[in-house]
């Protein structure tokens, strides 16, 4: 229908086109607030830079998206780079609601010791024979040494609730003494040295495949699903995010936040414990000198990737495992151009550097101010 140039106000068809094109300009002007609120959601940097880490990869490593299908299961290095992010995806879960509630925790690298250590010297492995074929058994069945283990990781995650949550200690002093001791404790049990399993089925957990996928992804992504459902789907969720904001009055409130500060830490123990078996099953042994060796930088920095702030209150789960996987690609990308190892850690502080930056109010501040004074000089030239 179209609108005439000098319109009948008594017309109603010229009301009815009228109301039309106001109903158009207004979904047009609409638009750019619509991508404005978009390029503003806390999951639109996450992504873009792990689109743009990949991008890169595309262009220097030859072949890097290609998939092959070989002996039943996927190769490539993409799945390479997923199978290698699953235990930083469960630890950066775990890390995530500690430091929704204003905590850290740095002893997640030395419960991955721990609870490797605990699986691998309870599994080990013996040969036995089997009608005339010898084969390893393991020295006690296998689930029990798993129980056993993440019992372990459990155990370590109340030490540092009771300290947090019951005696006041500051988070990073708690987990410190967990950090130094955990990992001496898990070398003692080792006595130093590497121990060996032999026992396949263990070998499953984190080299193992599922529909031509590594397992060790659905144990991430199911780990991922049951902590998301809680968060969003009961209170939980919101009490933590109120315990981060403001504990004081979360706990007037009736928030008991003892308890739930010393649930999180728990539940980042037994994260790190889970990790801790598919690191040592990957590799088919407990070194308890180097399993797990500055994850707690990684599960730190992949949060803080996520969106999560240092300062607590509201998380994002999806944020966080979006994190690891751009830590994962990141250190992917660095070994196969030939880079040396140490160079990672310096990107690794740079990355660290630019996120605290970018969570300054300052800099923030900084940042809007000199934006605002752009925009005034090209309004003002444009009025001149």
Not at 251 to 274: E, H, N, Q
Not at 278 to 283: D, E, K, P, R, V
Request: proline share 5%.
């Amino acid at each position: 229908m179209s609108i005439p140039l000098n319109p009948d106000p008594m017309n109603p068809d010229h009301l009815s086109g009228a109301r039309l094109q106001n109903v158009q300009n207004d979904a047009n002007s609409s638009s750019p607030t619509t991508l404005r609120l978009l390029l503003r959601h806390p999951l639109v940097r996450p992504l873009a830079a792990l689109a743009l880490l990949l991008a890169v990869d595309f262009f220097l490593i030859p072949g890097f998206f290609r998939l092959e299908w070989k002996d039943g299961h996927l190769y490539g290095s993409l799945i390479d780079i997923v199978n290698r992010a699953a235990p930083l995806i469960l630890t950066a879960l775990g890390m995530t609601l500690v430091i929704a509630t204003r905590g850290i925790d740095i002893s997640v690298g030395a419960v991955v010791a721990i609870s490797g250590t605990v699986a691998a010297l309870l599994i080990g492995g013996t040969m036995e024979m089997h009608n005339g074929v010898p084969e390893y058994a393991s020295r006690i069945p296998m689930l029990w040494a798993l129980a056993a283990a993440m019992g372990a990781a459990i155990l370590c995650g109340a030490w540092n609730g009771f300290l947090v949550a019951t005696l006041g200690l500051q988070p990073i002093i708690a987990t410190l003494i967990l950090m130094v001791g955990g990992r001496g404790l898990a070398q003692l049990l080792t006595d130093g040295q590497i121990i060996t399993v032999y026992y396949k089925p263990f070998f499953y957990i984190g080299s193992g495949y599922l529909f031509g996928l590594p397992f060790s992804l659905f144990i991430a992504i199911g780990v991922f699903l049951v902590v998301a459902l809680l968060m969003r789907k009961t209170a939980l969720g919101l009490f933590i995010e109120s315990v981060g904001i403001n504990p004081v009055a979360a706990r007037l409130a009736g928030i008991r936040t003892a308890a739930l500060i010393f649930f999180v830490y728990m539940f980042c123990s037994a994260c790190a414990g889970v990790a801790g078996l598919m690191i040592s099953s990957n590799i088919k042994s407990a070194d308890a000198n180097n399993a797990g060796l500055l994850l707690e930088l990684d599960a730190i920095l992949a949060v803080t990737l996520g969106g999560t702030s240092l300062a607590g209150g509201k998380f994002s789960l999806v944020g966080s495992a979006i994190g690891a996987l751009i830590i994962q690609a990141l250190t992917y990308t660095i070994y196969s151009m030939g880079v040396p190892p140490e160079v990672n850690m310096v990107v690794k502080s740079v990355v660290v550097f630019a996120v605290c930056l970018s969570q300054s109010p300052e800099f923030r501040g900084l940042g809007a101010a000199l934006s605002g004074g752009a925009a005034g000089a090209r309004s003002s030239t444009g009025k001149k």
